[in-house]
């Protein structure tokens, strides 16, 4: 379902060097909307909330031409917030328009470590001038994948 011509399947691979240290800047980049339960920040129910919204989006004709970007904020210890980025908004769904001014940071590692990233990535972005005004993840690999490539990146989007 995922795939992109992936090795594994499912997931890309991902190159953390077209990602890591740059700003990104968005003009109403549309993602689709939809919450995850979460218990204590660990996802309940992700994985049907993304199979819906890509499902959602591949029968729209939504995908992007590229592996799309998969966004998460973190609300509360109960609640995750999950955009999936689309080439164009999908009837029947939250769709939402993201502007604004990204710094992203890659980091390898465990999900465990993710509270300690976005400390790095705050800190990153404060170090360059800017204010951290919300953080979304972008967990590149399911676990499933993360094993496959022998890696696990989490790409940290600092909203500025």
């Known amino acids: 379902m ?17 990602w890591d240290g740059k700003e990104i800047v968005w003009q109403d980049k549309i993602f689709l ?17 993304i ?3 890509w499902e959602a989006a591949e029968k729209a004709g939504a995908l992007t031409p590229e592996p799309p970007v998969c966004l998460s904020l973190h609300p509360s210890p109960w609640k995750m917030e999950i955009r999936l980025e689309v080439a164009k908004e999908v009837p029947g769904f939250e769709n939402v328009k993201m502007s604004g ?7 390898e590692g465990p999900y465990a470590k993710v509270d300690r990233y976005c400390r790095e990535a705050k800190e ?14 972008w967990y590149v690999y399911c676990p499933k994948c993360a094993k496959f490539y022998g890696k696990n990146f989490t790409a940290i989007f600092t909203e500025t």
């Open 51 to 53: 199979v819906r919204l």
């Open 124 to 137: 990153w972005a404060s170090g360059k001038g800017f204010t951290a005004k919300n953080l979304y993840m």
């Open 101 to 107: 001014r990204y710094l992203c940071r890659v980091f």
């Open 33 to 49: 909307r939809d919450e995850v339960k979460t218990f204590f920040y660990i996802p309940i129910n992700f994985e049907s909330v």
């Open 2 to 18: 995922f795939n992109y011509n992936a090795e594994s399947g499912c997931c890309p691979r991902f190159d953390p060097a077209k």
